[in-house]
């Protein structure tokens, strides 16, 4: 019988100013304020504010390869 690995999700990161930017984050979208993966800090978590402003997609980030 075989065994099946178990799934892990997707890392995600919180970023501010002034710390080291990790390259398995991806591009940082915006190097000025606190963010995470969607998001900048202290604003509603919906399409309008998603990514300061940029245009909504439900399926960033892409997959990192090393989720594969």
């Not at 202290?42 to 940029?54: A, K, L, R, T």
């Amino acid at each position: 019988m075989g065994t099946a690995g178990a799934a892990q999700a997707e890392p995600r990161y919180h970023w501010c100013p002034g710390e080291q930017w990790s390259g398995w984050m991806g591009f940082n979208w915006n190097v000025n304020y606190c963010h995470d993966n969607h998001y900048l800090d202290n604003v509603p978590h919906d399409p309008e504010h998603w990514q300061n402003g940029g245009t909504y997609d439900p399926n960033w980030p892409p997959l990192s390869p090393y989720t594969r």
